[in-house]
């Protein structure tokens, strides 16, 4: 069966479903009115972000797409739903662009009774498609979004002998003062940013394009090549034009850039997306002076919750490497608190 007649396929299962969808696609105004109004959005769930992502996948996959869906329920939008379809060496993936599916995000003011209902024709559908298309490597995670208990979703894998396999995040709490949030700085950050700050000059984007490209060009320097394509430069670079992402960037006293970071946005969360700095200072505090300038500029946006990157331990990954652990030790140094984004896979 090709690609197209299985997407095809999947469109009518999606028909006949007992919760109203909507793809994505059509329904773009609604997935954004959903964006606005739910009372946490993670950035993955953002149009951006998606854009992004599928982007990004689509330059991996042989085959790609977007089957994400606007959920309705007594015909008004309350939710959506991330969701993709690729193929690979003809072997097909199910995700959420590329990454484990990811949880509906309902409205909050839909009765629990409903959002269960809900929940279960998610499941269902995932499932479904699971099941139907032989799909062998399949993996969904619940993340942070705001609450402290699982979702009806995530229960209802559990009930069908879906594997849990724990990752978990670091994550900045931004409901509070900058002084406040500095004092968990680690000791001896705050001598460091202080030293970054005299030595070096830090700024933030605005709209100076030429800055942009001088970065993508220390990125391609520092990595040794072209590691993606224009194209995903170019998503990024409308993200920052829409304010759905921020750039950082340091130059030394002749004005030259020494490294910078890029951050996705949502109105309620920021995500650390890609930092590169010049190797000649990689003992430098760079990417402290970094940090501490976003970690403002979070607060004066008015935004909730800083997610910094993953928190990896040697028990639950055995092929982490010294990189890793140095990385995820810098970036628990700004005070963020450990949250658990449990993932479930498909047991055999």
Same mark, same amino acid.
Request: glycine share 4%; hydrophobic share 35%.
């Given at each position: 069966?090709?690609?197209?007649?299985?997407?095809?396929? =999947?469109?009518?299962?999606?028909?006949?479903?007992?919760?109203?969808?909507?793809?994505?696609?059509?329904?773009?105004?609604?997935?954004?009115?959903?964006?606005?109004?739910?009372?946490?959005?993670?950035?993955?769930?953002?149009?951006?972000?998606?854009?992004?992502?599928?982007?990004?996948?689509?330059?991996?996959?042989?085959?790609?797409?977007?089957?994400?869906?606007? =959920?309705?329920?007594?015909?008004?939008?309350?939710?959506?739903?991330?969701?993709?379809?690729?193929?690979?060496?003809?072997?097909?993936?199910?995700?959420?662009?590329?990454?484990?599916?990811?949880?509906? +995000?309902?409205?909050?003011?839909?009765?629990?009774?409903?959002?269960?209902?809900?929940?279960?024709?998610?499941?269902?559908?995932?499932?479904?498609?699971?099941?139907?298309?032989?799909?062998?490597?399949?993996?969904?995670?619940?993340?942070?979004?705001?609450?402290?208990?699982?979702?009806?979703?995530?229960?209802?894998?559990?009930?069908?002998?879906?594997?849990?396999?724990?990752?978990?995040?670091?994550?900045?709490?931004?409901?509070?003062?900058?002084?406040?949030?500095?004092?968990?700085?680690?000791?001896?950050?705050?001598?460091?940013?202080?030293?970054?700050?005299?030595?070096?000059?830090?700024?933030?984007?605005?709209?100076?394009?030429?800055?942009?490209?001088?970065?993508?060009?220390?990125?391609?320097?520092?990595?040794?090549?072209?590691?993606?394509?224009?194209?995903?430069?170019?998503?990024?670079?409308?993200?920052?034009?829409?304010?759905?992402? /921020?750039?950082?960037?340091?130059?030394?006293?002749?004005?030259?850039?020494?490294?910078?970071?890029?951050?996705?946005?949502?109105?309620?969360?920021?995500?650390?997306?890609?930092?590169?700095?010049?190797?000649? +200072?990689?003992?430098?505090?760079?990417?402290?002076?970094?940090?501490?300038?976003?970690?403002?500029?979070?607060?004066? +946006?008015?935004?909730?919750?800083?997610?910094?990157?993953?928190?990896?331990?040697?028990?639950?990954?055995?092929?982490?490497?010294?990189?890793?652990?140095?990385?995820?030790?810098?970036?628990?140094?700004?005070?963020?608190? /450990?949250?658990?984004?449990?993932?479930?896979?498909?047991?055999?």
């Amino acid at each position: 069966m090709t690609f197209e007649k299985i997407i095809k396929d =999947i469109e009518k299962l999606i028909e006949t479903s007992k919760v109203g969808f909507v793809s994505k696609n059509i329904a773009i105004n609604d997935w954004l009115f959903i964006q606005n109004s739910i009372d946490y959005l993670p950035v993955l769930y953002s149009i951006s972000s998606i854009t992004y992502q599928e982007e990004y996948f689509t330059e991996q996959s042989d085959h790609l797409c977007d089957l994400s869906q606007v =959920i309705f329920w007594d015909s008004k939008p309350v939710g959506i739903l991330p969701l993709t379809l690729s193929s690979k060496d003809k072997e097909l993936f199910l995700t959420s662009q590329g990454r484990p599916v990811v949880q509906p +995000l309902v409205l909050d003011q839909i009765p629990r009774s409903s959002q269960k209902k809900i929940f279960s024709e998610c499941a269902n559908l995932v499932q479904t498609i699971n099941k139907n298309y032989k799909i062998k490597e399949f993996c969904l995670q619940e993340i942070y979004s705001s609450k402290c208990h699982i979702s009806t979703w995530y229960e209802h894998f559990l009930t069908k002998n879906f594997v849990p396999n724990n990752q978990f995040s670091l994550i900045l709490n931004l409901e509070q003062t900058y002084e406040e949030i500095k004092r968990n700085y680690r000791k001896s950050y705050k001598s460091l940013i202080n030293k970054g700050k005299k030595n070096w000059e830090v700024h933030i984007f605005q709209e100076d394009f030429m800055r942009w490209e001088e970065f993508q060009d220390l990125h391609e320097q520092v990595s040794g090549r072209r590691t993606r394509s224009k194209k995903t430069w170019k998503i990024q670079a409308d993200n920052l034009k829409n304010k759905n992402a /921020i750039f950082i960037y340091i130059v030394d006293n002749e004005e030259i850039m020494v490294g910078g970071a890029y951050f996705d946005l949502s109105k309620d969360e920021a995500n650390y997306s890609v930092g590169v700095y010049r190797r000649d +200072l990689v003992t430098q505090p760079l990417g402290h002076i970094i940090q501490d300038k976003a970690i403002q500029h979070f607060i004066m +946006l008015g935004i909730k919750r800083y997610k910094i990157g993953n928190k990896p331990f040697p028990v639950l990954n055995q092929d982490l490497s010294d990189k890793d652990i140095s990385i995820a030790e810098f970036k628990s140094g700004f005070g963020a608190e /450990i949250y658990i984004e449990p993932q479930l896979i498909k047991s055999n």
